[in-house]
């Protein structure tokens, strides 16, 4: 079924975000009825996981509704890659507050490169609106 969304997501056009679609319907109806389904008391991590599901119903295809929300986290995930690279190699932070600097400056980084923007340049503007 997510599978079949992600399809889906890759076939809309910036307009088809905002009008009804018969096939997102088919699947919120089809979520709906999963979430319906009742399961046996001995799996106690699949109970779990469908209370999860439930609760943050509303948010599971959020991709389907708008164009700029991707249908997955891998940014997410490759935007914390550095920070445990990092943690990895050193052990740690050896400087007060420097887990802090490095965070802030790796989301410096990586927005502008998601933005297309050249990094030194983004990091130029920062610093000179920092500077006292």
């Known amino acids: 079924m997510l599978l079949e969304a992600e399809r889906l997501k890759k076939q809309f056009t910036p307009v088809d975000y905002y009008y009804p679609s018969h096939t997102r319907n088919h699947l919120e109806r089809e979520l709906d009825n999963l979430l319906c389904e009742p399961l046996e008391p001995n799996h106690k991590e699949l109970i779990a996981f469908q209370k999860r599901i439930i609760k943050y119903r509303d948010h599971v295809f ?13 940014g997410s995930e490759r935007a914390i890659r550095n920070v445990k690279v990092k943690q990895k190699i050193s052990g740690q932070f050896k400087v007060f507050n420097a887990d802090e600097n490095f965070a802030i400056l790796r989301s410096i980084i990586d927005t502008a490169i998601k933005n297309g923007q050249k990094v030194l340049p983004a990091l130029n503007v920062i610093a000179d609106h920092k500077s006292y």
């Open 62 to 74: 959020t991709f389907l509704y708008h164009p700029d929300v991707p249908p997955d986290n891998n």
